[in-house]
């Protein structure tokens, strides 16, 4: 797995705290062992852990009978997924094509020269992630920004400074 | 309970809201009202009315529509027709409460239109307004007047009346009404749905299933999340009318993550259902079972491929398959299975609640009925409308869309997202059907519609769609993994500068293969926004190639900046504002760029006061101006001298 091995060894599920380990036992025994439940519960762990851990997945491929690969497999394919820890904040930067022709390529590169971090990567500090995403159809208002779950629309490239100062909380 | 008790229980309380003693306040909260600011508005309206001690009905509703002018709030007097306010601030709305509620002045300075017979002076009715009076709304006739939480608002308007009355009906018989109603697949290609229901319904095996794909990843198309969160229960009437006439027990909606508000009220709508007994065991005691699972997407556009939807949904990789066998043989765990998009299976509750005739005598002859487009772009009027098939471009972008922004010039308009084609302004009176876009190289699609103005690039335009598609393909075939990427880097290469004679044609070429190698739509069609705008736009892509020049001026590596030296007044607000320290002056100087350090950020241009205008774009030509600073003083004197 792609992980960089000083975050791999970290994570809790290695060290066997055992909250997060429960936490993980929690997750599946909400679950009957389908293969079929294997998006829903990758979706949950990642809600839960913010990425998905390879001990987690290799729990997830034994719990369901699977191969770890397809476990990967499913992993890697959507884009939802994340292997690596993301940042506590996630921004996220909509490039639908309402948002380009409205000017979303100039917003994106004032987040990440604010931020410092290009699209796809999160700050050292694991404080703020930046992605930019397909489309949110609010395109009506494009473009459009989201700083953790909450939407902003009519961004402007001058006002994303002070957009990222106001969604820290 | 017997639906007419339902039904009465229902229409007391939406009378409640609607001729009720105490005022209702309505604000929408869509995904796009919500970007506007709509959870502050609310917040703002909740607390007036706590301080203020005014009892009222605060209800979230979905989109009506009108995003440019979001967020809306409706309030409803008691005695008063409902009137609808636009680009409603915390404090307008604080106001409003104090100005009409308590001191009965409606503000129609505030207003954008009353809705309803009665009419309020110096308020215009808001049917009658340009966006909404050409428009033919069946689909989204609920979409900002109902609560999307609340089933008896959807009932007390004509809804699970279609489903009522398809129980009564054979199963042949549903489906021979929703042939003779003529409603095609709203999600793009078209095929007829009755034929598509019937197909599944004649395929042997008792376990059957039918899917709503809910997953609309086009970029530029918000239809489907628009109508999912302003009244889910449409859809869901859709879905067990269908269940009903194919003969299926189980449903699945599979609808994208990016979606959370759409997914909470289908929840919502589920619940509310099962509560009813519309949904679930013996629906409404007629021994017809139905039920119905949600499926969260996870980020994959090719996953509204059905083929692909289903293995999604099985947990596996979103990857297509061949047909045949098509889903109505082998589906879902192999299984004989029926998928139609949100806008088909709304369409159909329509048709079941109001009858095929009614609904065809809307349209044209081979596309019957409404359809549903998210106007988006360079358009005053940005918003979700429907109109009739066979409304022509004009109407929609023009009268609907109030023109172009700014008074610039229409250019072009992309329909069908990443499978669809770019039309330029020749198109214009063309009646929009399936058939007519097919013709001109573009796709219905599901209903995106991006209106382009002079200072939009074509190329740029092919150049993104293709970073979409490319991006999105499975990799599974070959001409789609590699020959996206490599029709992706000629067109970085185009817009960078460095294309070559001969690009054009070598993209054909490519696009052609990657048309007939490829097993879905996705592949099928990525290359159309490149073939579309080679056939329509040849000359800027000779620009690009030949002259490198951007004539929309918007590919960065062909575009410079320059300051007149006729205009530069020499304050030093661009010298400061440079990024890249790449501009040379002082004060009461002629500033100049330095082109080599210039990194084309278009700070200057932002930043030079509009009065001065000495900021020059400029892409081709390059104009001649002094390379050093002179002072200003000796700009008459110079000029003289060359005369």
Known sequence: ?169 | MLFADIQKHAVAEWDKLRHGSIPGILVGAGTCGRAAGAEAVLAAVRKELKQRNIDAIVIEVGCIGLCYAEPLMDIIKPGRPRICYKKVTPEIAAQLIEDYLVKDNPRPDLALGTIGRNVVDGIPKLFELPMLKSQVRIVLHNCGFIDPTNIDYYIANGGYRGLVRTLDMKPEDVIEEIKRSGLRGRGGAGFPTGQKWEFCRKSPGREKYIICNADEGDPGAFMNRSLLEGDPHSVLEGMIIGAYAIGAQEGYIYCRAEYPLALERLRIALKQAEEYKLLGDNVLDSGFSFHVKIKEGAGAFVCGEETALMASIEGKRGMPRSRPPFPAQSGLWGKPTNINNVETWASAAVIMQKGADWYASYGTEHSKGTKTFSLAGKVVRTGLIEVPFGATMRQIICEIGGGILEGKRFKAVQTGGPSGGCLPADFVDVPIDYDSLTSAGSIMGSGGMIVMDEDTCVVDIARFFLSFTQLESCGKCIPCRWGTKQMLDILEDITNGKGRSGDIELLQELAQSVKDGSLCGLGQTAPNPVLTSIRYFREEYEAHIEEKRCPALVCNALVSYYIDPEKCQGCMICLRSCPAGAIKGGKRMVHVIDQGKCTKCGTCLNVCPPRFGAIVKTSGEQPAVPTEPTPIGNRGKTRGGQQ
């Open chain 1, 1 to 169: 797995m792609a992980n960089s091995s000083g975050v791999r060894d970290s994570h809790p599920l290695l060290e066997g705290e055992t909250t997060r380990q429960e936490s993980l036992n929690e997750i599946l025994s909400s679950y009957q062992g389908h293969k079929e439940e294997l998006i829903p519960i990758l979706q949950h762990v990642q809600r839960v852990f913010g990425y998905l851990p390879e001990p987690a997945m290799k729990r997830i491929a034994k719990f369901l009978k699977l191969p770890e690969s397809t476990v990967f497999g499913v992993g890697t394919f959507y884009a939802q997924f994340k292997l690596v820890p993301t940042g506590r904040t996630i921004i996220r930067v909509c490039r639908g094509t309402a948002c380009h022709v409205r000017g979303a390529p100039s917003v994106l590169a004032e987040a990440e020269k604010q931020l410092g971090i290009r699209a796809g990567q999160s700050t050292p500090d694991l404080a703020y992630s930046l992605e930019a995403i397909a489309c949110f159809g609010a395109c009506a208002l494009a473009p459009v920004m989201l700083i953790g779950d909450k939407f902003y629309g009519r961004v402007s490239p001058a006002e994303v400074k002070e957009l990222l100062a106001s969604g820290q909380g």
